[in-house]
């Protein structure tokens, strides 16, 4: 049902005429359907931002460290009170520093964040994605996190808190400058939503 009466020639006429117009008689350059569709306005897509470097040089520096301890381990002692043969052994702990070299630089790949005005986005995962979603107006305590190791690097972790604890998130090896500049405006933006409401 139209409203306005039948004598007004202004929105109603319009819209019939454009209703009534095939794709040929649109103005405008022809291809997709612009953004502004019948089915609703087109959401922006997110901005997402990748991890730094240096998480990924920290993780592969522990594999490094920790797996060839072990293919010493391995292979050394085995063939020092066994047999020579049993310095082979040392091939599986190689095995898998090889496989885990990748498998980080996959995984440090995949994670990233995006802020939208009125969420954030955590995004990861290489085999199985998962993407959280953490409204504003629901975080309770951003906090910024550096361990010893992370500290070495130049690295600090946000952690942020929300009403459910399913929706808990956490965004690892941020440049500490990078970390507090996210805790201050999660947390104002927080603040500003949670007294919206």
């Keep these: 049902m139209e409203t306005g009466s039948p004598d007004d020639p202004g929105t109603a006429g319009a819209t019939r005429a454009a209703d009534r117009a095939g794709p040929a008689d649109q103005p405008g350059p022809a291809g997709p359907a612009s953004p502004a569709s019948p089915a609703g306005p087109a959401r922006e897509e997110p901005v997402w931002t990748g991890l730094p470097p240096g998480l990924l040089r920290m ?84 906090e910024v996190t550096s361990g010893p190791v992370e500290r070495h690097f130049g690295l600090a972790s946000v952690q942020l808190h929300t009403a459910a604890a399913a929706t808990d998130a956490t965004i690892p090896g941020l440049d500490p400058a990078e970390a507090e500049r996210l805790r201050d405006r999660l947390t104002e933006l927080g603040e500003a939503r949670s007294a919206g409401l």
Aim: glycine share 8%; hydrophobic share 60%.
């Design 59 to 142: 993780r592969r520096l522990l594999l490094v460290v920790w797996l060839g301890l072990l293919t010493l381990t391995a292979g050394v002692l085995p063939a020092l009170f066994l047999a020579p043969l049993w310095a082979a052994l040392a091939l599986l702990p190689l095995a898998l520093l090889a496989w885990g070299w990748v498998m980080l630089g996959r995984n440090w790949r995949s994670w990233r964040y995006a802020e939208r005005a009125d969420d954030l986005l955590i995004s990861r995962g290489v085999l199985w994605r998962e993407e959280t979603v953490v409204p504003y107006g629901r975080m309770q305590l951003v």
